[in-house]
């Protein structure tokens, strides 16, 4: 019986469905291991063979926890919502709904085909109502919530509205808006209920605010800085400015302690780490005020250095600085607004990199010293962000290489005290520190008192204060996009109200646009059912709005993380329509084991994931505030992409392509020939003139290329009606025609990429090789963590491996079944346990590349030694279940057993079978090994020598003569000389 996979795999993966076998269950007496994906963005392109790469070592490493007696979770959805769907729709018309549906059934067969023991019955869909109900129902958890300092946790506002009532806000400590105006208890209870509201936006965890965001035109919407990549669009490359807009935002920034300090909690690899410790950007410093000449308006700084305060000679804003407007002298004016329309079609992120332009504008404002009380000129200059810090520094020339390089750039003067100090120097900073601090009261103080000293002294001043600063700004929440989650939001006199959670979910509309409306409202204002019916608690047609009972909805829709910041959670309890999920649920599961995921993800979902869980913990919602105790980034399956060589300047000749070899040879003579065949044939009444010819690379699909990387030149010329007439010059410099030569494509590695044309379809790989031999070959690769190259020629080895398997289970010409009841040889168990301890080390390490190996050697083994015994082929085929579950299930139903392999216990290892008892020892006479001979490992050195000497072979080599000498070393060799 030969080993036919596709039915095999084809069979099984029918009876995991139908019998629901990786379901998990609430309540178990088990030990639970929940194991979770980053769920998949089902594009209309499908999988390629990089994209299952986690999720097959996530599958080996929930099966083999079911194999060790664990209650497994192991769930899959899809984060359903997002651009490319609205894009598409755009493009073509076609609801967004049917295009991700259809998406996500390609994903689904996909899967399945790859035997992924997913708890189906979980399945959530990020744009499923039933599901984004309760992302709706956080939003409206974060409205109604505000972070207090003196507890360090989220409260209820109306725990704040009592406070007021109370006493008042002046001994209130929160995270809250920077401009927050002192008020009694009865101040409070005279504001009118629209003034509270604008105090208590200013308060809570999510709010409307106006603020700087990344504005990308021709998509119509806010982008996040993660979704910016070289100043443009990450899709669709398209230009992003900066602009002011009034948005929702998450107060992420209350905490940015807890998210550094939860950090040192979890098992997440340091570089991921790093990058949110970047992200955050914690620093210690002073907060300074500096007064504007002739004017009430003041200047807020923040520094690391207040020990350098006598060092400030000029002030820079950022272009979008709210003051700037206000402080521009009218000669100025032309001049700074030109400046900052420039500065808007930067994004923050290039600003940021780039250190070498040196640009900037006077505002013709003078601030004045807090100590010197001298003038200090206010320019504005794009290298200060309106997002870090106060959005203004006080630039120091001598302690600041930027501020030193715009101070000469501009003329800008530099007191006399900073003369003589060489910039380029090492040692510059603790020069210009002593320098620096030659003043009254910072004189002969090192860094750590000066700086101590000026905060003190500007405290007494009442213009600055100690301050802990963080570069992590507030999260915009709004997106202008139809394909997102609706607001559950209605505006009462322009102040947002919430929806109560029993009227959830708000269901997106249906709209005939999925642009912005002529008049630049987001895509929801082309519908015309959207308003909201207090009366009847209901959306009604927007003609019904009258601002008494029925009143607008919000047009913003929110961003793609807002999904994917709690599915972890829900997954627990994926279908409870009364909670986000029970009790029971969330205290029996508690958070995710394994979490494998890619590492583009950590300042963006990673980051605001933990910020919402820790904000459940708050609420008593959650047992844990990190949502993930281990996480592992997988690393990249590369493509080999593929390449033609066009020669360049062929004067009206049909296209011409070189091969390999002549591109790299280069020879004039070789290309003029082969080009003078071209002319010949192609072009015979114009003169042919020998050129020397520029070559240009072009790329090609891969599935035009076979495993010698020969192209096929029929399926290249009908890809495209320019390449129809090409002529191609083969490996031997010839004009190929007929069979006469080949082309042999060049070989470049790159990430996997369907505008790469290298994207290799898992669906033909399954169709030729099968999925286990698909699943074996990702984890041969490499060590999971890294990126490799994906060769399709390579797959027949792990493919080959398979069928020596199942030959193992199978003799005779016409490959039956045998698997016999005999005793396993001493060799065979061996064989076996050495398997079973290095595979599960190996998964327990996440170092599954290895053990591919490991059974490569194991069947190599059992095969020398012609094997077939139940009592090491049963433990076998569980050992191999996790990485090749299909085989492994149909030799388990061959050897009488009924049900899944799946939960059967894992094979436990026998130290007792490794034990070495005998020792081969190599006989040599006079240096030359003759044979080997094994002997037990407990005799004594005069007993190993007895038995050498008597046996036949070397009474054979001595052939009756008297050895001089016979050398021992036991456990090594003997060799006799004679």
Not at 182 to 193: G, I, L, P, R, T
Not at 554 to 562: D, F, H, I, Q, S
Not at 661 to 672: A, L
Not at 818 to 831: F, G, I, L, M, Q
């Amino acid at each position: 019986m030969h080993y036919d996979f596709r039915k095999i795999e084809k069979d099984w993966q029918d009876f995991w469905a139908k019998n629901e076998t990786f379901k998990a269950e609430n309540n178990s007496d088990k030990p639970k291991y929940y194991v979770l994906d980053m769920f998949p963005y089902p594009s209309g392109a499908g999988l390629h063979v990089g994209h299952p790469l986690g999720y097959i070592a996530s599958d080996i490493y929930a099966r083999y926890k079911r194999h060790k007696g664990f209650n497994v979770l192991h769930p899959q959805g899809y984060d359903s919502f997002g651009l490319p769907a609205e894009q598409y729709a755009i493009q073509t018309g076609q609801h967004p709904a049917i295009t991700t549906e259809a998406n996500i059934k390609t994903y689904r067969r996909q899967l399945d085909q790859l035997g992924f023991s997913f708890d189906w019955s979980r399945e959530v869909r990020t744009s499923d109502p039933q599901y984004y109900k309760w992302t709706q129902w956080i939003f409206i958890q974060l409205f109604n919530s505000w972070y207090n300092k003196a507890s360090d946790k989220a409260e209820a506002i109306e725990d704040l509205i009592s406070i007021f009532e109370q006493e008042g806000n002046a001994n209130v400590q929160a995270v809250c808006d920077e401009d927050i105006t002192q008020f009694s208890a009865a101040d409070w209870k005279a504001f009118s209920a629209k003034e509270k509201q604008e105090i208590l936006l200013k308060y809570r965890l999510t709010y409307l605010a106006e603020s700087e965001v990344n504005w990308c035109p021709a998509l119509g919407t806010v982008l996040a800085n993660d979704e910016i990549v070289n100043g443009v669009s990450e899709r669709g490359g398209h230009p992003v400015v900066r602009k002011k807009m009034t948005q929702w935002s998450m107060r992420i920034t209350a905490y940015a302690q807890r998210l550094l300090d939860g950090l040192d909690t979890v098992d997440w690899p340091q570089p991921l780490k790093d990058s949110q410790i970047n992200w955050i950007g914690r620093s210690e410093g002073a907060e300074v005020e500096f007064a504007l000449k002739g004017s009430e308006h003041k200047i807020a700084v923040f520094t690391t250095r207040p020990d350098t305060i006598f060092g400030v000679s000029f002030m820079t804003l950022a272009p979008e600085h709210e003051l700037v407007t206000k402080i521009t002298t009218p000669e100025q004016k032309a001049e700074v607004e030109a400046y900052i329309e420039a500065t808007a079609k930067r994004s923050e992120r290039e600003r940021m990199a780039d250190v070498k332009t040196i640009s900037g504008a006077f505002t013709g404002a003078y601030a004045e010293h807090p100590f010197t009380k001298e003038p200090i000129p206010v320019w504005i200059g794009d290298y200060v962000l309106a997002g870090y810090g106060t959005g203004a520094v006080m630039s120091v020339p001598c302690g600041d290489q930027r501020d030193y390089d715009f101070a000469k750039h501009f003329n800008i003067p530099i007191p006399n005290i900073f003369e003589g100090v060489d910039i380029s120097e090492e040692a510059f900073a603790d020069k210009a520190t002593t320098v620096i601090a030659n003043s009254d009261f910072l004189n002969g103080l090192g860094y750590k008192e000066a700086t101590s000293k000026a905060i003190a002294e500007l405290e007494k001043l009442g213009v600055g204060k100690g301050k802990v600063n963080y570069r992590l700004r507030d999260a915009v929440f709004s997106r202008q996009r139809y394909w997102g989650e609706p607001f559950p939001v209605y505006y009462v006199d322009g102040m947002p109200q919430m929806i109560a959670p029993e009227h959830l979910p708000i269901k997106l509309p249906e709209v005939d646009k999925y642009l912005p409306t002529e008049t630049g409202e987001p895509p929801l204002g082309n519908a015309t059912v959207w308003a909201w019916d207090t009366g009847k608690n209901e959306v009604v047609a927007n003609d019904k709005i009258d601002n008494k009972t029925v009143f607008p909805l919000e047009l913003n829709t929110m961003p793609g993380w807002a999904g994917s910041s709690q599915y972890f959670n829900r997954y627990m309890d994926p279908h409870n329509e009364n909670e986000i999920f029970s009790k029971e649920a969330i205290e029996y599961w508690q958070d995710v084991d394994l979490y494998i995921g890619g590492s583009e993800h950590a300042t963006g979902h990673l980051l605001y994931s933990r910020f919402w869980q820790k904000f459940m913990f708050d609420l008593g919602l959650v047992p844990k505030d990190e949502f993930a105790k281990k996480l592992i980034n997988q690393g990249m399956i590369t493509g080999t992409s593929a390449f033609v060589y066009e020669l360049l300047g062929t004067l009206g000749l049909p296209k011409v392509y070189l091969s390999l070899k002549v591109k790299n040879d280069n020879k004039f003579e070789v290309i003029n020939k082969a080009l003078k065949v071209v002319h010949e044939k192609y072009g015979p009444n114009s003169e042919f003139k020998a050129l020397t010819l520029g070559i240009r690379p072009i790329r090609v699909d891969v599935s035009f290329v076979n495993a010698s990387d020969e192209l096929n030149l029929e399926l290249f010329r009908n890809w495209r009606e320019e390449y129809g007439e090409a002529v191609f010059i083969g490996e031997n410099g010839e004009v190929i025609d007929g069979d006469n030569d080949k082309y042999i494509v060049g070989r470049e590695v790159e990430k996997m990429s369907k505008s790469k044309y290298n994207v290799v379809n898992p669906d033909a790989i399954c169709e030729e090789y099968g999925a286990d031999s698909l699943r074996l070959y990702e984890m041969f690769l490499g060590p999971l963590e890294q990126s490799k190259p994906w060769n399709t020629a390579g797959i027949t080895g792990v493919h080959s491996f398979l069928k020596k398997l199942w030959r193992l289970y199978h003799s005779g010409p016409e490959g039956a079944f045998e698997v016999s009841e005999a005793e396993p040889s001493k060799d065979s168990y061996k064989t076996l346990h050495k398997t079973i301890k290095k595979v599960e080390g190996d998964i327990e390490n996440f170092s599954f590349n290895t053990s591919v190996s490991t059974f490569m050697i194991a069947v190599n083994e059992l095969s020398s030694q012609k094997c077939n015994s139940r009592a090491v082929l049963e433990p076998l085929a569980i050992l191999v279940s996790p990485y090749a579950p299909h085989i492994a299930e149909e030799l388990w139903s061959k050897l009488g057993h009924e049900g899944s392999i799946a939960t059967v216990s894992f094979p436990k290892f026998e130290e007792k079978y490794l034990v070495e008892s005998s020792k081969e020892y190599p006989v040599s006479f006079n240096g030359k090994m003759r044979f080997k001979l094994e002997l037990p490992l407990d005799l004594s050195k005069d007993e190993i020598e007895a038995a050498v000497m008597a046996h036949e072979k070397t009474q054979q080599q001595l052939q009756g003569r008297t050895p001089k000498k016979v050398i021992v070393v036991p456990g090594k060799i003997v060799n006799i000389v004679g």
